[in-house]
């Protein structure tokens, strides 16, 4: 079945260092990708998402870009601040005969940000 | 912003007691989600809901498992019997249309539940 694997954290940045949170995946069709980030105490929100192959998504300073030729997603932003200290989590989505919107998402990453 | 709010934001309980989450999901959505994370281990789906029944379930969602949207404006998750396994975050969701691409899902806060 689909699946997404992405690093195990935590991950811990200084201030102004660059990130990259690598996710990979397993699908049999041509999924949609998603980001999420959970701040602390708070739900799931879209970080950024992209389509198709090649498409980038963007969002906050985050970028990511879909490479179907490796089945990556990876996360990346040049320069962390300590208020992007979060969990992200990969995900991905398939419509199963034109049904629901179930994501299925990695373990999460948790990012560390130190001033 | 609209919201989608769930209580209680942690829920202890007994095991084999039964046991209802809570989700207001945002208000012109049509479509609402359960899932859960077990700590450590990965969010997963259980349940999608639309016009009233159940559009698609996980092979978690067994028959402990129920929804319902008693009113319009609540989506409640019950489980008949918890389980010490059932202990997890749960996430409610609610998005405008199917396919995530173009309509996102909004996720609540989630309700910690812990069986003890």
């Known amino acids: 079945g689909d699946s997404v694997t992405q690093m195990e954290g935590p991950v811990t940045l200084s201030e102004e260092a660059f990130l990259t949170i690598n996710c990979t995946y397993t699908a049999t069709g041509y999924p949609s990708l998603f980001w999420y980030v959970q701040y602390p105490g708070e739900g799931l929100q879209l970080l950024l998402k992209?389509?198709?192959?090649?498409d980038k998504g963007s969002n906050k300073g985050f970028e990511a870009t879909y490479r179907k030729e490796t089945t990556s997603f990876h996360l990346e932003k040049g320069s962390v601040q300590v208020s992007d200290s979060a969990v992200y989590f990969c995900a991905l989505s398939e419509i199963y005969g034109g049904a629901t919107n179930k994501l299925i998402f990695g373990t999460g990453t948790l990012l560390a940000v130190q001033p | 912003e609209p919201e989608v709010t769930q209580t209680p934001s942690h829920q202890v309980t007994q095991m084999g007691q039964e046991v209802i989450l809570r989700c207001v999901p945002i208000s012109n959505h049509l479509y609402f989600y359960w899932y859960r994370q077990i700590l450590g281990q990965k969010v997963e789906f259980l349940v999608s809901?639309?016009?009233?029944?159940?559009?698609?379930k996980s092979e978690i969602f067994d028959d402990q498992f129920s929804v319902e949207r008693p009113d319009g404006s609540n989506f409640t998750l019950k489980i008949r019997s918890t389980k010490l396994e059932d202990s997890a975050m749960y996430f409610c969701?609610?998005?405008?249309?199917?396919?995530?691409?173009?309509?996102?899902?909004?996720f609540g806060n989630g309700t910690r539940l812990t069986v003890t």
């Open positions: 809901f639309y016009n009233n029944e159940i559009s698609e």
């Open positions: 969701a609610s998005s405008k249309l199917t396919g995530e691409a173009s309509s996102p899902l909004h």
């Open positions: 992209a389509t198709k192959a090649d």
